[in-house]
């Protein structure tokens, strides 16, 4: 089998090569091939006896998607995307690398497909973002998609090209809308999220952190661990549940940060709670506020998705992984 993983050098494009790698294959196929790709060259992961081919690619070059789907992969992870804060910032390269990227990847896999049969499973990852106010405490899998940043537009457009490019039989596809992945491991990085990992990671490890908003603000998290579960599932499950609705919200745990921090308190005591420094920003605010705060995730979890039921166990899969079981 050969895995090809878009968006291969971050965070939980590095923690997908790791389970492939442990696990040794899907569904009982065994992985032959890994084809690894992102802005940066991804380092070689140690382990894997197969084939491995790494690049440093921008999938918004319209001649790159041609060239990477001709080795015709059987699966497709396109996890690659500028973040929301970014992408905010930086209107032009957002829709380019967000919508065009993700448009060039489709439209390559077509034309391959056009030469002799040619049908992959590919596994998009997509946003809560793609959700904006006003919704309910809990957005079920009937509510409307309202995105309120270009982030969330982008995210939203690229689902509507997956659920048509899958309709017409060009590719097997399904997207995720992933919770904010929680708590994110590394620095911090331009996401508006990126906060909510940021009062936890730092404190675990004995450094200051910044809160930016208020500790009412609730919001919807999943752990890096549920994040690759995810990807896996969406990888080897049978697609035909779906029908044309090809997108699903992945389950998680709705928590406001007041409660993210009760949790910290409880796990690392009040020598990490006190590490965590009040500075609003009206922008990151303004931003999050429009977020949805939870979902039912019912067809998710009908379908066997599964997440986190707690922040306590959210924050002791990061010491676990992260930390080597130990804190500060």
């Keep these: 089998m050969h895995i090809m993983i878009i968006g291969a050098a971050g965070m939980v494009g590095r923690k997908l090569v790791d389970r492939l790698i442990h696990d040794g294959g899907l569904e009982g196929r065994s992985i032959s091939h890994l084809t690894l790709l992102d802005v940066i060259e991804p380092t070689k992961p140690a382990g894997f006896k197969g084939v491995i081919e790494r690049k440093a690619v921008d999938i918004s070059d319209p001649a790159v998607a041609p060239q990477i789907v001709k080795a015709r992969p059987d699966i497709i992870f396109h996890l690659a995307a500028i973040v929301s804060g970014e992408a905010e910032a930086d209107f032009e390269k957002g829709y380019r690398i967000n919508l065009d990227g993700t448009r060039h990847l489709f439209e390559a896999i077509r034309h391959e497909g056009q030469k ?94 910044v809160l930016p908003v208020s500790e009412d603000v609730r919001h919807w998290h999943a752990s890096p661990r549920a994040a690759v579960g995810f990807l896996i599932h969406a990888a080897t499950m049978k697609l035909e549940p779906l029908g044309g609705r090809r997108n699903l919200s992945m389950p998680g745990l709705s928590a406001t940060v007041g409660e993210q921090i009760e949790a910290l308190r409880r796990v690392a005591g009040e020598k990490a709670v006190k590490l965590i420094r009040r500075e609003p920003d009206a922008t990151i605010a303004g931003i999050v506020a429009n977020w949805p705060r939870g979902f039912t995730a019912a067809r998710a979890l009908s379908l066997g998705f599964k997440a986190e039921t707690s922040f306590d166990e959210i ?8 930390l080597g079981g130990k804190i500060g």
């Design 116 to 209: 002799y049969f040619y049908r992959p499973r590919v596994v998009f990852t997509s946003s809560i973002a793609v959700y904006g106010t006003p919704v309910p405490d809990e957005i079920d899998d009937e509510f409307f998609l309202t995105p309120l940043t270009s982030y969330g537009t982008q995210k939203a457009i690229c689902e509507l090209l997956l659920a048509d490019y899958s309709r017409r039989g060009l590719f097997d596809g399904i997207g995720i809308r992933l919770p904010t992945i929680c708590i994110r491991p590394g620095k911090p990085n331009k996401a508006a999220s990126g906060f909510f990992s940021n009062i936890l990671r730092e404190p675990l490890s004995g450094e200051e952190a």
């Design 315 to 322: 924050i002791r899969i990061h010491i676990e992984d992260e």
